[in-house]
């Protein structure tokens, strides 16, 4: 007994030190053990040794591998047993389904089970996957709950993207819930429905039904989608809630070599111009797995608009698509007829390499057309896209990128602009595409030929306008026409698009040779001279400043901002002479500018939403002009202004100012002030104000103390102790000489329904002379005895009394009525005079005939006949 009992305890710790051996080198012998029943070329890797853990096994990871791809990785796997059914757990679960294509194909077939002998041998269990990535489809990610035994399995799946609840008895699948929350759609698509599964489950579904509802960007109401079948064909329908007629109607049919799609419709009502078309599209071969599928297909697109009826047809096939190598050769063809536009293609192509990453490559003689009305009033003749050699993919364009634009505008003009480049696996921000670019055109408002060209590239976050020349022959437009104008580049402008160190630079150059004015008045050529630099983050935010210079005019030096809606800025005129403006004054005009000097500042602001505003002030200190008849000295003028919704304010920070010490001319005016304040156009709540207006003529002064616009009241204009002398002396009259002062008072309207000026006096200040010359009063007397008695009295008169009402109508009819109270000597002797006059003219007509000295002499000899028409009264003491 004593002996068997040793044998058996050696035995039973043999067995232990054998078993315990075995698990410590589990990771060794397992993976060995596990291959005679794992396809070939396959293996699997367990991260440790397993250990005990809460009641069952626990293992770090296992690794299971085709070839040198890793086809599925799991972490934190745990197996226990409790309450009579499996746990099974795992942290995550990785699978790369790439790696799936390359696991061996069997050569030895085998009798297929059916679905029932599956459910039979499933142990009851419970399996629970905490993170299930499935590549290259990451974005489903989520967490797995399987229910199983041999009567019914549950499946739960809860992703950031997709959600499913679903059960299965026997052959039927029942969907409860799946929600999708796809690209593209604003709201997460819900599917419902049942599935009667086949007895053997190697083919589809015999039968069942799928609802869906989703919600879509641009289409007012939700939609439904309803797939149905029965054993080999169904039908899947898109409707609109509330609508009738269905948006896509695919009527399908499966065999075991087939799946056919024959007579599908579809329609788009939500666009600018509502699209439908047909659909047919044939998968032969598809239980051979999809490289071996053949594809082919037709779609078209009939769209209705300027020139009638359109139809572009999508041909595909026959070819294949393949997880490595795709050859699917696709042409599109036709028409489509939009409201203003038309297009015309040809593109043959084909789609190329794997599945996950095609490429679309366009064959030779590939090109889209274009023709229509683009704007309003833009007609383009027609615009080519020419396509061959262009291939597409997800690392970029690849290839000739061209266009071809000729247009024309019934106003405007025509211009012809072509822009031929390479694209190198270029994307926005990724790759490198260089272009260069040319055109010309004719600007009719202009009488203007235009021409453009120059060069650039994007290469990856750079891009960069390298040259740049674009002009006009010349720039004819009103009364300017400015030669050869012309905008260069003086630095490339460059965007560097990096976002944590952006950055926009260029300079840019406006040369212009001679600039004529109607007028007669030019810049001299080859001098004016626009530069302007930039330098922010991007073309939406960048500051940029510069100078406006045509020698000697100028410089004016210019800065300011742009932040994408708002273009702010100022400029400013340093002081120089104002003699450099002498070219802009024709020849014709004899004026000549002396001396004196100009400077100016303006801020400006620009925006869609406010229009353009301004501000500043201009500045003449001492100039002084000569003309032919006149000179002018001592001409200060300060202009401050604000421009806002198109309406002008002047005197922002005091009034307009003139002010000018002396007008030589044939009488002197000396001491010329005037004043401006207000709003230009003018209303009543914002008129326009002119004060301060005075000037020293005449030995006396003149003055207007207040003229508003509107005219609400009379703007009196004021002359006082204006010498009769100097007056006769300025017009210089060879028969009349006159001596004393004056005073008047004219209450002015500029906007009245009837009068110029409305009660209007004249007056004399002190005792006034009147003496004819003696041969023009006895001629005067030999031809008129009447005439001759009045210049008895007039040959020589003292007026000790002069006044005078005047009105003039906005006709220019003036009406005079005067009285002269006097004394008047003839003979040596003295005679008292009252005389009453009164006289009706109109000055136009007289200002039209009128000229100084002769001319007046003349007026005066006419006048002095007393003609009846005219009433005049008088009696002697």
Known sequence: MTRGWKLFTAAVAALLLLMAALLLTVTHWLPRLAGIWLPAETSIRLDGNPRWSNGGIALSGVHYRVGECELATVSDLSLKRAGGRWHLNAGKVDVDSECASKLPQTDQPTAPKSLAEWQAMLPAAEVTVGQLTLTPWQTWAGSLQLNLDGQQQKISYQGKNVSLQAELQGQELAIRSLVLQAPGVPQPVKIAGTLSLPKIPDSLPAAGMLTADLAMEGIPAPLSAKL??????????????????????????????????????????????????????????????LPATDISGRLNVLTQGRGGKGNVVLTLGPGRL?????????????????????????????????????????????????????????????????LSGLTVSSAGIDGRLQAILTAHDPTMGRFRLHLDGRATDFWPDKGQWQW??????LMAPLSAKWDVSGRGRWEDRLIELASLSTGFDQIDYGSVNVHAPRLKLDDPIRWQRDPENPSFSGKLRLDAQQTSFSSG???????????????????????????????????????????????????????????????????????KIQGGTLKAQVAFSAASDQGFEAGGHWAVRDGSVWMTDNQFNGIDFSLPFRLK???????????????IKEITNQFALQNITADLQGWYPWNARQPLRLTHVGVDVLGGKMSLESLQMPQTEAATL???????????????????????HINAALPLWLNDSRWLVKDGWVANSGPLTVRLDKDFADALSANNLAAGAAMDWLRYMEISRSWATLDIDNLGQMTLKAQVNGTSRFSDKNQRVSLNYSQQENLFQLWRSLRFGDNLQSWVEQNATLPTQKENTNETH
Not at 436 to 441: A, I, M, N, T, V
Not at 536 to 553: C, M, V
């Open 645 to 659: 919704a198109h309406q002008w304010y002047f005197g922002a920070r005091g009034p307009v100012s003139l002010r």
């Open 436 to 441: 260069r670019y040319w055109g010309d055109g």
């Open 322 to 386: 393949d997880w490595i190598n795709s050859q699917l050769p696709f042409r599109v063809t036709g028409d489509a007829k939009m409201a203003q536009l038309l297009f015309f293609a040809g593109i043959p192509g084909e789609v190329q390499g794997p599945l996950l990453d095609p490429k679309l490559s366009l064959k030779p003689g590939s090109l889209l057309r274009m023709r229509g009305r683009l704007l309003s009033t833009l007609e383009v003749d027609e615009a080519r896209w020419p």
């Open 718 to 740: 004021r002359l006082k102790n204006i010498s009769m002398s100097e007056l006769v002396t300025a017009i210089r009259p060879k028969q009349i000489a006159m001596s004393g």
């Open 521 to 591: 008045g030019y810049l001299p050529p080859a001098t004016l001279t626009l530069t302007l630099a930039l330098k922010g983050h991007d073309p939406a935010s960048f500051l940029y400043n510069g100078t406006l210079e045509a020698r000697p005019i100028g410089p004016v030096r210019v800065q300011g901002r742009w932040d994408g809606e708002r273009l702010r800025g100022q400029a400013w005129w340093p002081q120089q002479p104002l003699s450099v403006f002498q070219p802009l004054l024709s020849d014709d005009l004899k004026m």
């Open 228 to 289: 149905n079948w029965q054993q080999d064909k169904g039908e899947l329908v898109v409707i609109q809630q509330n609508e009738a007629t269905p948006l896509v109607s695919l009527p399908w049919q499966v065999s075991a070599d087939r799946i056919s799609i024959q007579q599908g419709q579809w329609r788009w009502p939500y666009a600018a111009q509502p699209l439908s078309g047909g659909v047919n599209l044939t998968l032969g071969h598809w239980q051979q797995g």
